[in-house]
């Protein structure tokens, strides 16, 4: 059950209307690092969760989320109130009101299609989406999540902070990125609480593959530290002496009836590539000028051949 408490968690001031900030500042709303999500995101996982002391902060911070939501769409109303009234009342002549309208960003979009509202989209437009919420019902996974959620947000706020020279909305914004930071330390602490909280889930990692790190990008640029070297890790820079992994073939394989057997093989013949032709195609019959060589011309291939063994002889000789 909810009671709606009039007051904002935090006084929202505007100094004057920015319909281009405003726009900017929905990200925050209905975008995915956004104060809506992050209250679905809370609210689904604590509704689920069988922990009652995890149950009790995920809901309470869900709930939180949710007066956030409601400070950062009053700064957004505040932000349009002066465009909507002109819009609404057609206050301005055509131009100067067109102009008002297409102050930047989304800020059309939010005038004439929401009215200078709060809408549940990012600044881009983009409408709210629950395929934001990225639960997995496993708490040692959720609570990473969520910690990566809060610093995405809080990251994003900061941004937005860089942007206005509106103290009132710095103010504004500055509390709600420094709730991010609070809730990351509660989820840090929550994940912790939880005695084995990695790997996540309830199966152990296979232990001949738990301490490899495989050097897969290789070349100028390669650094080593913590991460990827030292009595943690086996390292392997030789791919194709470690591969497959497994020790076996490294093909795919898959055991089949007989009769599906056969008519895979009869399949696989119908449909054999012929490595000896070579067809006049419809790219050869259509050729122009950038087309590259196409069968139908004579383009010295004798020549070429012979060009290339005479290469690959040299090179040899170098050697």
């Given at each position: 059950m909810f009671i709606h408490n009039k007051r904002l968690q935090y006084t929202v001031r505007v100094a004057e209307p920015n319909p281009a900030l405003a726009s900017l500042l929905l990200e925050q709303f209905g975008g995915?690092?956004?104060?809506?999500?992050?209250?679905?995101?809370?609210?689904?996982?604590?509704?689920?969760?069988?922990?009652?002391?995890?149950?009790?902060?995920?809901?309470?911070?869900?709930?939180?989320?949710?007066?956030?939501?409601?400070v950062i769409g009053s700064i957004v109303a505040m932000l349009n109130r002066g465009v909507k009234g002109q819009l609404s009342e057609a206050a301005l002549e055509e131009a100067d009101l067109y102009m008002a309208v297409n102050a930047g960003g989304d800020s059309h979009t939010q005038s004439i299609l929401y009215g200078g509202g709060p809408a549940l989209t990012n600044s881009s437009g983009v409408p709210w989406t629950a395929a934001y919420i990225d639960s997995r019902?496993?708490?040692?996974?959720?609570?990473?999540?969520?910690?990566?959620?809060?610093?995405?947000?809080?990251?994003?706020?900061?941004?937005?902070?860089?942007?206005?020279?509106?103290?009132?909305?710095?103010?504004a914004l500055g509390f709600l990125m420094t709730r991010e930071i609070a809730h990351q330390k509660s989820f840090e602490k929550a994940l912790y609480a939880i005695r084995d909280n990695f790997p996540p889930g309830k199966l152990p990692g296979l232990e001949p593959y738990a301490n490899i790190y495989v050097n897969t990008s290789q070349g100028e640029g390669d650094r080593t530290g913590a991460w990827n070297e030292g009595p943690q890790w086996q390292r392997v820079d030789?791919?194709?002496?470690?591969?497959?992994?497994?020790?076996?073939?490294?093909?795919?394989?898959?055991?089949l009836p007989p009769d599906q057997d056969a008519v895979v093989a009869a399949m696989a013949a119908r449909q054999m590539s012929d490595p000896d032709y070579d067809p006049l195609t419809g790219a050869d019959l259509g050729a122009g000028p950038g087309a590259g060589r196409t069968s139908d011309e004579d383009h010295g291939g004798a020549q070429?051949?012979?060009?290339?063994?005479?290469?690959?002889?040299?090179?040899?000789?170098?050697?």
């Open positions: 995915p690092d956004g104060e809506l999500a992050a209250a679905m995101r809370y609210f689904t996982q604590g509704l689920g969760d069988e922990d009652p002391g995890r149950r009790d902060l995920l809901l309470d911070i869900a709930t939180e989320e949710l007066s956030h939501l409601e019902g496993d708490p040692t996974c959720d609570l990473r999540s969520n910690i990566a959620a809060e610093s995405r947000a809080k990251i994003v706020y900061e941004r937005l902070i860089n942007i206005t020279d509106d103290p009132g909305i710095k103010e030789d791919l194709t002496r470690s591969l497959p992994a497994d020790g076996g073939s490294g093909h795919a394989e898959v055991r070429d051949m012979a060009d290339a063994k005479q290469m690959a002889q040299a090179h040899e000789g170098v050697k």
